[in-house]
């Protein structure tokens, strides 16, 4: 963090202009218009309501923020939660304590994500190719668990902790998702580690020069995503009290859509926590207002598409726009020069026109 | 000995051919295990299932060639096979060239917009491919009239399509089909080993920094790629629409995984520049062999497919980093010892740099 010597009202004002102002304007946008449709949408209760929707994709795209400021990618989560909901679900259905069947689930994530992160740290393959076999293999485990059945009983107290609120108006879930905001955005931006995850997403190689151990990192990155995608997928199981094969099939978009969208780069070492919650409120009420207007679900997905490319699209535009804008300044700069200098010199500037 | 074999045999098709041993170990495998294996109908159902995908997978392996990925295929295939079912059932008197112009049409338009995003956009492929991916499928959801096209209401050329033979012999039939995804192979191969567009391909996918310096037309060489990827996914949903006839809104969902393990397992590289038509023929008659295969083994439940599939994948990646590669260099270091000139030519150069 540089703390520059510029006043607070200008600084304010450059944030403004910043990609992250750019988000709150349009988050103001959204939300203008979807309460100006629906008299109640600004209500403590709606938007509780409509957060619960997708508390499970913000958790992970929280996690995933880490990932891809990183440097990597990881494709596998929503498989990851099916596949955690469905341990869980098929060990109770078999008369496991239900107590058990979580912490299961859990070491499901666990050991799926260091598996992950094993073939990536390890074997030295990239993260992509990686995240996709486990999105095929593990979605591939679900169907071996569940079978094309669905099962709608789980433990009483998870349903309860997943339907209910915990805490006045907020379920567990939302809870959750405000503490690991939190401490993530500290972990990140004021902790050492988070210094080396930039880092490493910056350039691995000078990283490992200068000492760091990449791989170790990595491989705790991994292995908490793991975690934190079969956490969501039991929270996603025990909010809708049932679970199928194609439980949260297709979140990878959503989920990777909100981290970009919230400014990080895809190549790494660029991007913050306050981008992408700045960017998960607005997919949420633009999806929620879509839902409103009587949008499908693919529609919506569609959309979110949409915005996916548009979110590195508009930058990469931008860029390359203004380098042009700056190259035709240089190039006025240098024909002036040229005019005001003597005759001799006019005969360059002509040149310089011809180019 | 082992010099002279060096100079005839590269390591690709030392791998090409451990890939035709795997395939005809499992045959025989499956031959003991399932009942009525070795018949024509066996034959029939296999390798038209292998044909589409390989039409599909083979557009995906010029696209990782420049090491980039198409993940928009699966939904291109779904929307091509879906549009132009629709159309045959409302306009029974289209031409069958004219259905077949038209699918390879959609597929190109499609696989455009992706190329144009990705080369002259700069957008990475894996952003724009996995929103397209969205958009396409939300195209054909929200696709207007009834969401189902039935194969009595196509025309009965269309019909007659997946049974027709190019020839026969006496059991033994070859599908119009199989017959299309095999001239589909040997025309990109030939592509792909002596036209400069197919070296091209290679260049920028070993070195993209190098190529752009060396003046490649690198964004057009890009684009054609996704262009080709389309206009064949295009071709693949033709096929697909005469070989089901029955089509719903998930038509063809996750062909691009099924195509993806089909290139990396043919032995095309992740990281481009490596790779064949003629291997990932392989790699599709492969995972053809085992999908079909599995749904008929009594003794796993078919719901193993994906996870197996997955898996498939990472070895196959993995095995190609710890041993193909290996190989390489060992036979780039013959070629020096093979070829004195070219060794002093190296050294006179890096004489010349280095002073």
């Not at chain 1, 508390?55 to 923020?65: D, G, H, P, Q, V």
């Not at chain 2, 060992?330 to 280095?354: C, D, F, K, N």
């Amino acid at each position: 963090m540089v703390r520059s010597a510029t006043p607070l009202p200008q600084r304010f004002l450059g944030w403004l202009k910043s990609w992250e102002g750019l988000l709150l304007g349009l988050f103001i946008v959204v939300l203008i218009i979807n309460s100006s449709l629906v008299p109640a949408y600004l209500s403590v209760s709606n938007q509780v309501n409509l957060f619960t929707l997708f508390i499970e994709k913000s958790i992970i795209a929280l996690m995933m923020t880490f990932i891809i400021i990183n440097g990597e990618i990881d494709l596998s989560v929503a498989s990851l939660m099916g596949l955690s909901a469905g341990t869980m679900a098929r060990l109770f259905e078999l008369g496991v304590p239900s107590e058990l069947a979580v912490l299961a689930a859990l070491c499901v994530g666990l050991i799926c994500g260091a598996f992950n992160g094993f073939w990536i740290t390890v074997v030295g393959l990239p993260s992509l190719v990686v995240t996709l076999a486990g999105l095929i293999a593990y979605r591939g485990l679900v169907w071996v668990l569940v079978e094309d059945r669905s099962i709608s009983v789980l433990p009483a107290w998870l349903n309860d902790l997943g339907q209910k609120p915990l805490i006045g108006p907020f379920p567990l879930a939302l809870l959750l998702f405000f503490i690991f905001a939190i401490t993530g955005y500290i972990i990140l931006q004021y902790s050492g580690f988070g210094r080396l995850v930039y880092v490493i997403g910056i350039n691995r190689d000078v990283a490992r020069y200068s000492g760091v151990n990449v791989r170790r990192l990595k491989m705790i990155l991994f292995i908490a995503s793991g975690f934190i995608a079969s956490l969501a997928g039991l929270l996603y199981a025990a909010r809708l009290g049932a679970m199928r094969s194609s439980t949260a099939e297709g979140f990878e978009l959503d989920i990777i859509t909100m981290v970009l969208l919230g400014g990080v780069s895809i190549f790494g070492g660029s991007g913050s926590l306050r981008g992408v919650f700045l960017s998960i409120l607005i997919i949420l009420n633009l999806r929620n207002g879509m839902g409103l207007a009587y949008l499908s679900a693919n529609v919506q997905t569609g959309v979110i598409g949409l915005l996916l490319i548009l979110s590195v699209l508009v930058p990469n535009l931008a860029s390359s726009l203004r380098a042009r804008m700056a190259r035709r300044r240089e190039m006025i700069r240098a024909w002036e020069v040229a005019e005001s200098a003597d005759s001799p010199e006019r005969v360059d500037s002509s040149r310089l026109a011809e180019r | 000995m082992m010099t002279s074999l060096r100079r005839y045999i590269r390591p690709e098709q030392i791998r090409e051919l451990v890939l035709v041993f795997v395939i005809v170990a499992l045959v025989l495998f499956f031959g003991t295990q399932i009942r009525g294996y070795y018949s024509s109908s066996t034959f029939i159902r296999f390798s038209t299932s292998i044909a589409i995908l390989t039409v599909v997978a083979v557009g995906e392996t010029l696209v990782f060639l420049t090491r980039n990925y198409d993940l928009s295929v699966g939904s291109i295939v779904g929307f091509t096979a879906f549009f132009v079912g629709t159309q045959l059932s409302f306009y029974k008197d289209i031409p069958p060239l004219a259905a077949l112009l038209l699918a390879v049409g959609t597929g190109t338009l499609m696989g455009s917009f992706n190329g144009m995003l990705v080369a002259y956009g700069r957008v990475p492929s894996i952003i724009v491919t996995l929103g397209t991916m969205a958009i396409y499928r939300a195209m054909v959801v929200e696709y207007p009239g009834n969401k189902i096209v039935q194969m009595s209401a196509l025309p009965t050329w269309a019909q007659e399509f997946s049974r027709v033979n190019v020839f026969q012999i006496g059991d033994f039939e070859l599908r119009l089909i199989v017959a299309i995804a095999l001239v589909v192979v040997i025309v990109f191969q030939l592509m792909l080993t002596y036209l400069p567009y197919g070296r091209r391909l290679y260049a920028i996918g070993s070195n993209p920094d190098a190529a752009r310096i060396a003046g490649f037309p690198y964004q057009r060489i890009v684009f054609i790629a996704f262009v080709l990827s389309g206009a064949l996914a295009g071709l693949a949903g033709f096929m697909f629409m005469g070989r089901f006839g029955n089509l719903t809104v998930v038509a063809a969902l996750g062909t691009e995984l099924q195509a993806i393990a089909a290139v990396v397992v043919g032995g095309t590289s992740t990281m481009g520049g490596v790779g064949s038509a003629f291997g990932t023929l392989l790699g599709a008659s492969m995972i053809g062999l085992l999908d079909q295969s599995l749904l008929r083994w009594r003794l796993i439940s078919e719901f193993w497919r994906d996870a197996l599939l997955g898996l498939l994948i990472l070895l196959a990646v993995a095995g190609d980093r710890a041993i193909v590669e290996r190989l390489r260099t060992i036979w780039a270091r013959s070629e020096l010892r093979l070829r004195p000139s070219v060794a002093t030519t190296i050294r006179q150069e890096e004489s010349v740099h280095g002073s």
